[in-house]
C-alpha cells in the first residue's frame, strides 16, 4: 500500500504517489480534504429567523444551519474553511445591525460582539443586519484561531482558506458594504492576512511560482510544493467579482508580492486556483483542471437543500471529480438545528485521502 506523509513510530515518511513515475515526491495538489462553507457562521437569533421566516421562508431555510468555532473544525478533520469579509477601515460600519435591534426588542441576549465592531479592520459575517453573527467577528481574530490551532498541530495537512467578499449590496433592506475595487483596501487586506499568519507558514503566490514565467506555467509544469513541505502551512484564496480580481493583480502580476492567490479565469496567467459550485454540472471540467495541475474547491451541498433530502449525489460527484477541497455545511459535528441527520465525509468516513484522480495507487494520508 502507497503512504503519503503516515507516521510511523513517531517519524514521518513521505512516499511518492505512482500516478506519474519519476515525478518526485508527493505534492500538496494530490490530496483531497473535506472543508466548510461560510466556516464562521453563528446560529441567527431566534427573533430574527422568526421575522425572516414570516417575510421570507425560502431564504429562512437556506440560512438555517451554523457552524462550530474553527479550532473545533480543524479538530474534526476540517482541511478548508471560507471566512466572509467586509471592509471596515474607519470602524463602526456594522455596529449597529438591524437584527440585533430586533433581537434586543424581543429580550434575546445574542453573541453579538458590538465593541469589536466599533474598532477599525476587516470584519467577519454572512448578510449585513440579517445573519451578522460570527463565531470570529474579525478577520484578524478568524485567522489567529486558526494560525493557533496549526502551531498547536504542526503536522496538519496544508489548510486553504477562502475569502470570499460581497462587496457589492445585494438588497435594500440591508447595510451597503463598501466596494473592494480599491488598491488601498486590498494592500490592506494582505497586510491583516501577513500579520495572523506570519513568515513561512503562509504558502503565498512567489513560492509557488518560483522561477517560472507565470503562476500558471508552474502549476502546470513543476507543480505546487511536495505534500511534506506544505505540512503544518496554510494558504489563502480571494474569492471576489472580477472587477476585485483585476485589481488585486494590477501591478503584481502573476500576483507578485501578493498574500493569497486568486480566482481568474482558465488560461491567464494569474489562473492556479478555482471555484467550481456545482460538480453536478461541471464535474468533467473539474477533472480536466486537476489532472493540469490546479486546485479546485467544490461544493457537496447548499442551502440545506441536500441534508433536508439526504441527497449525497452532489457531495459524490464533488469526490468523484477529485476536486481537493469538498465544501460542506455539514461535516461530522456540525450543529443540526433541524436534526437532519446529514453528515458529509469522503468514502469511508475519512476527511482526507489521496486525489482519486491524480493517485492511482492504493494509499492513505494522514490528515
Known sequence: MLVVGLSIGGATQAAEPDHAPGQGPARMNEIQVVGSHNSFKAKIPDAVMAELRRRDPKTAAALDYYHLPLAAQLDRGVRQLEIDIFADPKGGRYADPKGERLARAAGETTAFDRAAMLRPGYKVFHV?????????????????????????????????????????????????PLPLDDAALLDSLDREIRQAIPGRRLIVPDEVRGNAATLAAAVHGKGWPTLEAARGR????????????????????????????????????????????????????????????????????????????????????ATDSGAQAVSTDYYPGAPDPQGFGFAVTLPGGAMARCNPVLVTAPCTVEP
Open 234 to 317: 496554510i494558504y489563502v484564496l480571494l474569492d471576489v467579482r472580477p472587477a476585485v480580481s483585476n485589481a488585486y493583480r494590477a501591478g503584481h502580476p502573476s500576483l507578485r508580492g501578493r498574500a493569497m492567490f486568486g480566482w481568474y479565469p482558465d488560461g491567464e496567467p494569474e489562473s492556479a486556483i478555482q471555484i467550481v459550485q456545482d460538480p453536478l454540472v461541471d464535474g468533467a471540467r473539474i477533472r480536466d483542471w486537476v489532472k493540469a495541475g490546479v486546485i479546485v474547491r467544490t461544493r457537496t451541498d447548499a442551502n440545506t437543500v441536500e441534508a433536508r433530502t439526504h441527497d449525497r449525489t452532489k457531495a459524490k460527484a
Open 128 to 176: 449585513p443586519d440579517i445573519d451578522y453573527i460570527s463565531t470570529c467577528v474579525t478577520l484578524q481574530r478568524c485567522l489567529g484561531e486558526v494560525n493557533a490551532w496549526s502551531r498547536a498541530h504542526p503536522r496538519h495537512l496544508p489548510i486553504m482558506i477562502t475569502i470570499n467578499a460581497a462587496d457589492t449590496q445585494a438588497s435594500a433592506q440591508v447595510a451597503a
